[in-house]
């Protein structure tokens, strides 16, 4: 970490094309892991296992995808968890009262909602998004542990739909890749080449300068806290589908990897640089490390401060990185 | 007398809203008084030593996320050391784990002045950290607290009014916060959250400045940690709802985010309100759930106002 800071012109060289194109120490990284695997477990990676892992990394990279959106105005949503839980927990719920469609589009509602609060919260009052996103997840928890109890004796059915998207496959491909690769392009797409995804980078590197220029910057962030609902919620639903067992706290234990991954993937906390190819990519690496982690039989605990270290460490290089350009 | 009130027109605002809800839950169940005031002391001792502890880092121009984590480290650690400890271990136990919040605030201050990343994102990892250390010292609620200390926040002392929480709370904030306050190093800490350029410019060392409020709110949330520990009995890996309660009363005790400005009274004033709130409800046999759906309500609704009057004051300065 101290070598990028110094003066030498070859290491920064290096630090500077690393920093330009941060998806190839991302995958040297992913394949070291990978190595490192087969070495503990000979034998361990095949074909199964390589379906396996893209799997579960779909609806952490899902999850992941609120918080690129969010970091890329220099914001967070620590609500999205709650969204997608709220909506898995929902719609279980719901389908035995009113059949599958309706309960898929009953429970976006309360994602959305969630979303609508943020961006109240965010673009109008000017509160921090990750004190607001905080609170409104709070709000959103207690409002399940209500809801709950009405339907405690309706029971839930994950149907089969999504249990097939969820965990099905197609010749070793698991099926909610059908999902996810539209939605990775869309996402791509968009940030790249639509106005509002360009309007997402220039509130992110210089709010004071986009407003300047006319940027409506309420109408963006009301836009992008909403949208982060909603992937929540999609996220959500393509997770009990694979869990296939929807509880009130579904999702939860996906936030703090969800976060890690846009910060491993490149996509800079402070706002303005990054994007979604990174996040996917870092969304595998944790996957791969979370598989490592568990061969090691390390507790949760040295998980967390793991993924904590990591956030850190990450962010810091960044900060190295752009200093120097 | 004039500019008194004017100054301090906030807290007394406070203040009257404090009695007029005390007044309101007299009216709801008769029959609050002493015992009520003893438990509703108790069980704000761990949110006030929470709201003190961002108070502080708030003061100092930056924010803490990693308070609800280092309590648990503290309140995890006074468990499994107290568990089966005797009378005499306790006191230097306690000191111990004060050393240990004081040690865990300076590291999160240190790593925000070395990495130079700001405040926001240091504590969001190391409240991960924190968080991991706390399940690791203790995987399950655990440990016990030895009785006499038990003793020391629980019941009155005095007078029948009195609960000895309060008082706990009130030698506690003063013995660490009055010399502090009166010392250049509270003044340093006012000037690095009003304006860190000037504070630099007027010889201030900004680093170790930084690193002491972050410290001393590493103190203050090991005393949150303790007390929870010694009024339940046992250690909690997992955080409570600290976090945002704490930022809830510290933006609606007049400290202003972003610094320079406010005092530890206000915000304490305030998490007694917020706590009080809580009480009428549970009193109105409001369903707990429901409880905390409009308790997270009116603490997002005080940051929102907050940001609101944040913005106007900010539009007030550049006009």
């Not at chain 1, 949208?227 to 929807?246: E, H, M, R």
């Not at chain 1, 991954?261 to 490149?266: H, M």
């Not at chain 2, 030895?146 to 904030?173: D, H, N, Q, S």
Request: proline share 5%.
């Amino acid at each position: 970490m101290t070598s990028t800071t110094e003066q030498t012109p070859p290491l920064r060289r290096i630090a500077r094309f690393l920093g330009d194109n941060p998806m190839i120490p991302l995958v040297v990284l992913l394949l070291v892991l990978v190595g490192l695997l087969e070495f503990m477990r000979p034998g361990i990676v095949n074909e199964r296992w390589v379906g396996n892992t893209i799997k579960f990394a779909i609806p952490l990279a899902m999850l992941a995808a609120c918080q690129t959106l969010t970091m890329l105005t220099g914001g967070i949503d620590l609500s999205a968890s709650v969204a997608a839980t709220i909506t898995a927990f929902v719609m279980a719920t719901q389908v035995p009262i009113v059949g599958v469609p309706l309960a898929i589009l009953i429970g976006l509602i309360p994602a959305v909602l969630i979303g609508l609060a943020n961006g109240f919260g965010v673009a109008v009052c000017r509160v921090h998004p990750l004190i607001m996103t905080l609170g409104t997840g709070l709000i959103g928890t207690g409002c399940l542990q209500v809801y709950q109890r009405f339907v405690i004796a309706t029971g839930s059915v994950v149907p089969d739909g999504l249990a097939w998207l969820g965990t099905g496959r197609t010749w070793d491909a698991p099926n909610s890749l059908l999902l996810f690769v539209p939605f990775a392009a869309l996402i791509v797409w968009g940030q790249r080449r639509t106005g509002f995804g360009r309007l997402l980078y220039a509130l992110g590197s210089n709010e004071k300068a986009a407003r300047i220029s006319g940027v409506r910057s309420w109408q963006v962030f009301l836009a992008l806290y909403v949208l982060s609902g909603l992937i929540a919620g999609v996220a959500g639903l393509l997770y009990v589908g694979l869990i296939k067992a929807p509880s009130l706290s579904l999702v939860n234990p996906l936030l703090l990897p969800s976060i890690a991954a846009a910060v491993i993937g490149g996509t800079s906390i402070f706002g303005g640089r990054g994007g979604y190819g990174g996040t996917i990519l870092g969304a595998l690496i944790l996957t791969v490390l979370g598989t490592l982690l568990t061969l090691l039989q390390m507790p949760e605990g040295a998980r967390r401060i793991l993924f904590g270290a990591i956030i850190l460490a990450v962010t810091t290089v960044y900060i190295r990185l752009t200093d120097q350009s | 007398m004039k500019r008194l009130i004017a100054k301090n027109g906030w807290t007394l605002g406070l203040v009257a809203l404090l009695i007029a809800l005390f007044i309101f839950t007299r009216l709801i169940q008769p029959g609050f008084g002493a015992s009520g005031l003893e438990s509703l002391s108790r069980a704000t001792l761990p949110f006030a030593f929470a709201t003190a502890a961002m108070a502080v880092v708030v003061i100092a121009g930056g924010i803490d996320l990693s308070v609800a984590s280092m309590m648990a480290v503290a309140g995890v650690t006074a468990a499994v050391l107290m568990d089966g400890a005797s009378d005499a271990m306790a006191v230097p136990l306690v000191l111990l784990v004060l050393g240990i919040g004081l040690a865990m605030g300076a590291l999160n201050g240190a790593l925000i002045v070395m990495t130079r990343v700001p405040d926001i994102v240091v504590t969001l990892a190391m409240l991960f950290v924190w968080e991991g250390v706390a399940l690791l010292i203790l995987k399950a609620p655990g440990g016990a607290a030895v009785p006499w200390v038990r003793e020391m926040i629980v019941g009155t002392v005095l007078f029948p009014w009195l609960p000895k929480a309060f008082v706990v709370l009130v030698i506690a904030l003063a013995v660490v916060w009055v010399p502090i306050r009166r010392s250049n190093l509270g003044l340093s800490i006012y000037a690095i959250g009003s304006d860190e350029r000037a504070a630099y410019r007027s010889g201030i060392a900004i680093g170790r400045t930084r690193i002491a409020a972050y410290a001393i709110c590493g103190l203050f949330a090991a005393m949150g940690g303790l007390s929870l520990t010694l009024s339940t009995g046992n250690g909690e890996p997992i955080p409570g709802p600290y976090l945002m309660a704490s930022v809830a009363a510290v933006v609606l005790g007049g400290v202003v985010l972003g610094g320079g400005r406010g005092a530890l009274l206000g915000p304490i004033i305030a998490v007694f309100i917020l706590r009080l709130v809580r009480m009428d409800l549970t009193l109105l046999s409001v369903d707990p759930n429901v409880t905390t759906i409009v308790e997270g309500s009116i603490m997002v609704a005080v940051v929102m106002l907050g940001g609101i009057l944040a913005v106007r004051a900010g539009r007030v300065k550049t006009a």
